[in-house]
C-alpha cells in the first residue's frame, strides 16, 4: 500500500488544489447581487435583491445593461439560462452563450446602470462576487465533484484493471459535470468569463465518454460477451464521432443527436450487460443492470419533458433547468454506491432514491405544463404528490432494486437455524454438510463450495459475488485440515452478498458450534452418571445380592438372585457404555434370551437382519433390551408358552421386531395392560414407533414393534 498510499495522498492535493482554483477564479468574477427571472414572453424580471438601490425596483422588467462609457447590452430572458448543454435549439443556444459572455465582460467593469422597462436606471456596482456570493448550493455540488475523483482514483489504485480504469473515467467525467453545474448554480448575474462559451463541448464529452465506458465496461465485466472488442470500439468511435462533429460546428440539432446518441448508447450497455447475465448469473450483472434501467429510464423522461418545454420561459423554464441537474445529482450517486454494493451505505442509498425520485418528479412538472397546459401550481401539486406516493409506497422496493437485497426475516432465520442445530446435535459429524444446508436456506447461492483453507471469520469476496464462510466444530481436531464453504451468486444469481450477510452467517456458524458444544458437554454429563449409577448398583445393590444368594433358605430363591445379578450386571454394562454397536447388542439379547428360555425347558427361534450395523444410544439400547425382557417374560409365566420365535429386522431406517409365542394367550384386545404391557407402549412410542398384539394361529399371541424412522449412528 506504499506507493499506492502515496499516489493518492498526490491526487487528493491534486484535487483540492484544483478545487481551490476553480473557487478562486469564480469568486473573482464579477456579479450583480440580484436574483431575476425569465418571463414568459422571454422579458428579464427583477425579483429580488438585498442592494438597497433595487429593493424598490422588484417586479419590475430589466431591459439593458448600462456601462460608464454609455455601452449598452439589451437583456432578455437568455441571460439567466443556466446551460447551454441542455439548450435544445441550436439558434436559442448561440444567443445565450453571446449575451451570457457579454454580461461577464459588462460585469467586469465594476460599474453598471439597470434601465428598465419605462426608461427608469438604477446604478449598481458589480463587486467580485467573493466566497460568500458562491451561494449554498454550490459548495455541496463541489464536493460531490471532489468525492466522486477521489472514489474514481482509489478504485484504480486498489486494484488496476480495464474495467476500474472505465470506472474512472466515468468518476472523472461526472466530476467535471458537477463542477459545471456548480459554476451554474452561483448567485446573482453574471456567469465568471468564458465558462458559457467554454461549456458545450465539455458536458457533451463528458456524458459521451461516459455512456460508451459503460458499454465497455458492460462488454468486459463480470463476464466477456463475444465481440466484447468489436462493441466497445464502436461505441468509443460512435461518441467520438458526434463529438468531433460538434467541435467542427457541422452537427444541426447538437442537443437532439446528443441526447439520441446517449440514449442509444444506454440501451445498448443494458443488451451487453444482459448477454452477461445470460452466460453466467452474476449477481454483479443483475445489479448493474436494474442500476442501467432506472439511469436510462429517468434520463429518457427527462429528455422528453425538457423537449416538451423547450421554448417556454418562466417557471416552466426554470424547472426545466433543474430536471437536468436532479438526474446528474442522481446518476452521481449511482456511481458513488457501484463500488460499495456488497457495503451497508445507507445514506448513499437514500440520497439516490431521493434524486430518482426528485427527477421523476420534475418531470412530471414539466411534462403536465407543456402537454396538458395544466397550470404550474396543479402540475407542481400533481408531480409531487406521485412522487411522495412513489416514495412512501415503494421505498424498500425501490432500496432493495438498487442493490438487489432481500430481507431475511426473523422468524424465516430462527426456523432454519432451529432445525439444523437440532440435526447438528444428533450428528455432529455432519457438520460442515448441515452448514451448508442452512447457508443454502438462508442465501439461496447457485454454488456451495468447499475449500481446505482457513477463514478467521465470514468475508464477502469478488464485489459481493460470494460469501466464504469458516467451518467452526465445536471440538478442534488437528489431523482435520482447516475447512471453509464459499458460497457463490446470492439468490440464484440475483442479489450481491453484503457485509450484513457476512455477520449473519458468522452469527449462524457461532450458533451452530454452541450446539454441537452443548450436545457433547450434555453427553459428556449422561455419561458421567450413568458411570456413577452403575458403579453405585455394581459396588451398593450388587454386593447385597450376592450377600442374599449365599444366605439363601432354598434352591429357588438362590437361582432367583442369581438371575437378578444377571440381570443387574446387564443393566450396569448397559449404562456404563455410552453407546452399542447392534451386532453388539443383539449377541447379548441372545445370549441372555438363550439362558433365560432354556432354563425354563422353552425353545428359542432367533432371525436377526439388518443392512448396516449401526450403533444405538443408550435410550435406544435400554428401551429394545427392556421390550425384549417383557415380551419374554409375558410367554414364560403368563402364556406358558413352550416356543418363542423373535424376528428383528433393520432395513434402510425401518426397524421392525416381532415376538411371537404358541403359549395360552388369546383375543388381545381384551387384556388390560398394566404396568407390563404399557411399559412397552410407552418404550416404543419413546422411539418413535407402534406396538400392536394379535392372535398366533393356530395357537399363541405375536407382538409387532414397528419404528418406521429407526435413526441409529452408523
Partial sequence: MGWRLRLLVLAALLGCLGMFSLVRWVAASGHLDASFEAAADNTLVLTGSPLPALRAARGRTVVALVTPDGTRLALDGLAVQRSPRWQVDDSRRVAQVIEQEQIARTL??????????????VEVLTPARGYAGLGLAFWPLAALALLLFLVGTVVVLLRTQPRNLLYMV????????????????????GPPPGAAAAELLPRLAFDLFTVAAAVHSFALYPRRVPGAGVIAAAAWAAAASLLLLAALGVLPAVWWCAQALVLALGVVALLVISASYRI???????????FGLIAVGTLALVS???????????????????????????????????????????????????????????????????????????????????????????????????????????ERT?????????????????????????????????????????????????????????????????????LSLVLRFARRGKRLF?????????????????????????????????????????????????????????????????????????????????????????????????????AAHVQLGWALEYDRDVRLSVVQWSALTRVLRELISNALYH???????????????????????????????????????GGVRKRVKLLGGEVRWRANLPRGIVCEVTVPDFRGKS
Avoid: C
Fill in 304 to 410: 422528453i419533458a425538457v423537449a416538451a418545454a423547450s421554448g417556454q420561459n418562466g417557471v416552466a423554464g426554470l424547472v426545466a433547468a433543474i430536471g437536468p441537474i436532479a438526474w446528474y445529482l442522481f446518476f452521481a450517486s449511482l456511481l458513488l454506491l457501484a463500488p460499495f454494493l456488497s457495503h451497508s451505505k445507507q445514506l448513499l442509498r437514500e440520497f439516490a432514491m431521493l434524486a430518482g425520485i426528485s427527477t421523476i418528479a420534475t418531470s412530471l412538472d414539466l411534462l403536465f405544463v407543456a402537454v396538458f397546459s395544466l397550470s404550474q401550481f396543479t402540475s407542481l401539486t400533481l408531480a409531487v404528490f406521485l412522487a411522495l406516493g412513489a416514495y412512501a409506497g415503494a421505498r424498500q422496493w425501490i432500496l432493495n432494486q438498487i442493490n438487489g437485497n432481500t430481507v431475511l426475516t426473523t
Fill in 170 to 189: 466515468m468518476a472523472y467525467a461526472q466530476a467535471g459535470t458537477l463542477l459545471f453545474i456548480a459554476i451554474g448554480s452561483v448567485r446573482g448575474l
Fill in 414 to 482: 430462527f426456523e432454519q437455524l432451529y432445525r439444523v442445530a437440532h440435526e447438528v446435535q444428533e450428528q455432529p459429524a455432519k457438520h460442515a454438510l448441515l452448514l451448508g444446508q442452512v447457508l443454502r436456506d438462508l442465501f439461496e447461492p447457485l454454488d456451495v463450495l468447499r475449500v481446505e483453507r482457513a477463514a478467521p471469520t465470514a468475508r464477502v469476496v469478488g464485489g459481493g459475488s460470494g460469501l466464504v464462510v469458516p467451518v467452526r466444530p465445536a471440538r478442534d481436531d488437528a489431523a482435520r485440515p482447516p
Fill in 280 to 290: 453466467e448469473a452474476n449477481p454483479f450483472a443483475a445489479v448493474m443492470r436494474r
Fill in 498 to 598: 453484503t457485509h450484513e450477510d457476512a455477520r449473519l452467517a458468522d452469527r449462524v456458524v457461532e450458533h451452530l458450534r454452541r450446539a454441537v458444544a452443548y450436545d457433547q458437554a450434555v453427553e459428556r454429563g449422561r455419561s458421567e452418571e450413568r458411570l456413577r449409577i452403575a458403579q453405585d448398583l455394581h459396588d451398593d445393590i450388587g454386593a447385597r445380592l450376592l450377600t442374599l444368594m449365599y444366605k439363601a433358605q432354598s434352591p429357588e430363591m438362590e437361582d432367583y438372585l442369581r438371575h437378578t445379578l444377571l440381570d443387574l450386571k446387564t443393566l450396569t454394562r448397559g449404562l456404563s457404555a455410552a453407546e452399542h454397536r447392534l451386532s453388539h447388542a443383539a449377541a447379548e439379547w441372545k445370549a441372555d434370551l438363550t439362558q433365560r428360555l432354556t
Fill in 639 to 677: 402364556a406358558q408358552a413352550s416356543r418363542v420365535d423373535v424376528n428383528f429386522n433393520l432395513a434402510g431406517s425401518r426397524l421392525s421386531l416381532s415376538v411371537a409365542d404358541d403359549g395360552s394367550g388369546h383375543d388381545p384386545k381384551s387384556w388390560a395392560h398394566g404396568l407390563g404391557l
Fill in 108 to 121: 467586469a467593469g465594476g460599474r453598471v446602470a439597470l434601465q428598465f422597462a419605462g426608461g427608469a436606471s
